[in-house]
């Protein structure tokens, strides 16, 4: 039983298109959040949500927008895809509260052609 | 500005032999270091961390040193199994930014016979 799921694992897309990327996590955390991995293997937070609450966003353009429906499901939604949004999009928890390790999905490899 | 740094990206090191991944950080606000185990198309899958407080935790073969003053940290893994091949990424967090993690670039650890 998967801790954190995501949906779709490969996404292939052209540009212009808007695209949703789901996340699910059974673990009872409280806390979720995005993570891109660029070309470069570079893991960077995008968004971060507390019981459905926005408490981090990395500067990342507004086309991305996470939408989180209940503390379980963290979902991003990218509208007019870029060739530059081609990457893995990782989702994760964690129960929150202090020093506390972050639980990862398999990862959603985007492909903007 | 990459807070958290490997310098090494890839390490190859005998079966039975130990393998050690180091990682330096430059913000001292971080007080929480995790290091990752990532094998290829999954997501980051949490293998041990040590707080601030601390200057060694260990769980069965791993052993991760902190030195706060060098603002260094090095995970020992002994014996290396060839299950260890992987990228380990070192990660960093700081009190109050929700679990926020910083990742370094990673090392791509082969683990020979």
């Known amino acids: 039983d998967t801790a954190v799921s995501q949906t779709p694992k490969y996404l292939v897309t052209q540009m212009g298109n808007d695209k949703s990327i789901k996340c699910e996590q059974n673990?009872?955390?409280?806390?979720m959040y995005w993570y891109k991995q660029d070309s470069k293997k570079f893991l960077k937070i995008m968004f971060s949500y507390n019981n459905k609450e926005l408490i981090i966003n990395e500067t990342v353009p507004n086309r991305f927008s996470p939408k989180s429906p209940d503390k379980a499901h963290l979902n991003l939604h990218i509208n007019s895809l870029e060739l530059g949004d081609s990457a893995v999009y990782f989702c994760a928890s964690t129960v929150g509260g202090l020093n506390t390790e972050a639980f990862f999905g398999q990862g959603t490899r985007l492909t903007v052609v | 500005d990459q807070q958290v740094k490997q310098n090494s990206p890839s390490l190859s090191v005998q079966e039975g032999r130990i393998s050690i991944l180091n990682c330096d950080y430059t913000?001292?606000?971080?007080?929480?270091f995790l290091w990752y185990k990532k094998y290829p198309a999954e997501g980051p899958t949490f293998l041990i961390s040590?707080?601030?407080?601390?200057d060694k935790n260990e769980d069965g073969r791993f052993t991760v040193f902190l030195n706060k003053s060098a603002k260094h940290l090095s995970l020992h893994i002994v014996p290396s199994q060839p299950g260890d091949s992987a990228v380990y990424f070192c990660a960093a967090s700081a009190t109050g930014t929700a679990s926020k993690l910083t990742f370094g670039t990673g090392t791509r650890l082969q683990v020979t016979l």
């Open positions: 040590i707080s601030s407080i601390k």
């Open positions: 673990l009872g955390h409280d806390t």
């Open positions: 913000n001292s606000m971080f007080d929480y």
